[in-house]
Each structure stands twice: as structure tokens, then as C-alpha cells.
């Protein structure tokens, strides 16, 4: 009675613990579609608003850093304790030099650029992960030139040689498709979108069965269902027959 209720007066809150702890049945996607279900946006990563796991945002539910392909708790730890003491990364460039010390590798800035945790930045996914090499190069130079500079100016040259760097790389952004399987990948999750939304106008006029009716159905009839594969395998017998 306690799981309905809540369920149904908190389903932000419910969902997003049943997500952090994995306590329920079902897989983590199921319970991202049955958020959509009750009209519950799920927001992406964000390098400067996601706690370790998911977390209730203006009724919204954010995924955690934790999500993310990388992140070990070592680092996640560095990461969000930083920020509470700096409050904000006010662009990749101001993350990449605040955590100099965190020994973050370029792989894992690589996967939080991906799923839209910098996306607050303002820069487009594609341009920040061409200016990524650069900004820890320059990261690198700024921190070796003079440790007796002060540290505001220091910033605020790291901001504006984003900004110079940023007007010579072209700003297209991502297509759906491919932003979606990035997402997919790293937090093995569909966030943003989900591969059968684009077919929704034609599968709405065929009679497709939900997986929970199917015990209602008689064997051996036809039924109609829609889903996304996942994992393709092949079963032999002892006579290495398919």
C-alpha cells in the first residue's frame, strides 16, 4: 500500500530512489519509460546540479554523475566535494583546471561531455570535445607558467581563451540518432529520446500488445508486440543445430 501511494501522490521521488538503489523488479529502462508514463521529465547529467545518483529537481528527475561510464566513487567523491566548495565549473575549461589535482583522465571528461553534463556551458557537445586536447594542454601551461599568479586573473584567461578557441570550431550539434546511442552507451540509459519515438504516428494504429497482457492471450495465438532489441543469441542443441 506504502509502494502505490507513493507511487502515485511522489512518483519523482519514488522512481528516482527506485533507480539510485535498484531496489525493484524491473530493469532501470523500464522505470525511465514509467516516468514518461506519469508525465515526469528526465533530465541528463549536469556536471554543476546531478548528486552521485538520482535526484528530484522541480519535479523533474536529474541522473546522477554516478550513472556515468568512468565515474568511480573515487572520483565522483572528489568531484561533488569540489564543487560545494568552489559552488559552480562555469565552463569545461574552469572544471578541467579546479580538478587538476582529482587526476580526472581525458576518457572520463570525454564521457560527461557526451551525455550533456556540460551542455549548461552553452557550447555545443561536438565543439567542447574537439576543444577538450587544447584546454588540458592549456590547463597544463597555466599551472606550470607562474603558481604565484593570482588566481582570478588566471580564470578569467582560461575563459577567454574558450571563448577564442570555441569561434574557430565549427558549432553543429550532434543528430538525435547519434546523441542517443552516445547516451545509451554511457549511462545505459535512453534519456533524451528512445529509438520508437519516431515511429510512434505509425505504430499507434496497429493493435499492439502491452508485455502485461500477454498472460490473457491463449498459447499458440498471434500476437503483435514492439520493442527494441538488445541482445541477439543464438541457442544450438547437442547436434549443433540452431
Known amino acids: 500500500f506504502v509502494t502505490c501511494y507513493l507511487k502515485v501522490h511522489y512518483p519523482a521521488y519514488y522512481l528516482a530512489s527506485m533507480l539510485t538503489y535498484g531496489m525493484g523488479y524491473y530493469s532501470p529502462d523500464r522505470y525511465i519509460q514509467e516516468a514518461r508514463r506519469f508525465k515526469v521529465k528526465v533530465l541528463l547529467p549536469d556536471i554543476n546540479k546531478s548528486g552521485a545518483g538520482f535526484t528530484v529537481e522541480d519535479g523533474a528527475i536529474r541522473v546522477g554523475l ?36 582529482l587526476r580526472i583522465n581525458q576518457p ?16 555545443p557537445r561536438s565543439a567542447l570535445l574537439t576543444l577538450l586536447p587544447l584546454t588540458l594542454k592549456e590547463v597544463r601551461k597555466k599551472k606550470a607558467k607562474d603558481k604565484t599568479q593570482n588566481k582570478i586573473s588566471e ?53 499492439i500488445m502491452n508485455s502485461n497482457q500477454l498472460l490473457n492471450y491463449f498459447y499458440q495465438k498471434t500476437i503483435l508486440i514492439r520493442g527494441v532489441l538488445i541482445q541477439a543469441r543464438r541457442q544450438f542443441t547437442r547436434q549443433k543445430q540452431v
Open 66 to 101: 554516478g550513472k556515468i561510464k568512468g565515474v568511480g566513487e573515487k572520483h565522483l567523491k572528489s568531484i561533488l566535494s569540489l564543487r560545494e566548495k568552489c559552488k559552480r565549473f562555469n565552463s569545461l575549461y574552469d572544471f578541467c583546471y579546479k580538478t587538476t589535482l
Open 108 to 123: 572520463l571528461i570525454e564521457n560527461l561531455i557526451k551525455v550533456g553534463a556540460f551542455d549548461s556551458t552553452t557550447y
Open 155 to 207: 580564470e578569467r584567461e582560461l575563459y577567454n581563451t574558450e571563448l577564442i578557441a570555441s569561434e574557430s570550431i565549427p558549432a553543429y550539434h550532434f543528430s538525435n540518432f547519434f546523441q542517443m546511442n552516445l547516451e545509451k552507451e554511457i549511462l545505459d540509459l535512453y534519456i533524451s529520446n528512445y529509438p520508437l519515438n519516431k515511429y510512434d504516428k505509425i505504430l499507434a494504429h496497429l493493435p
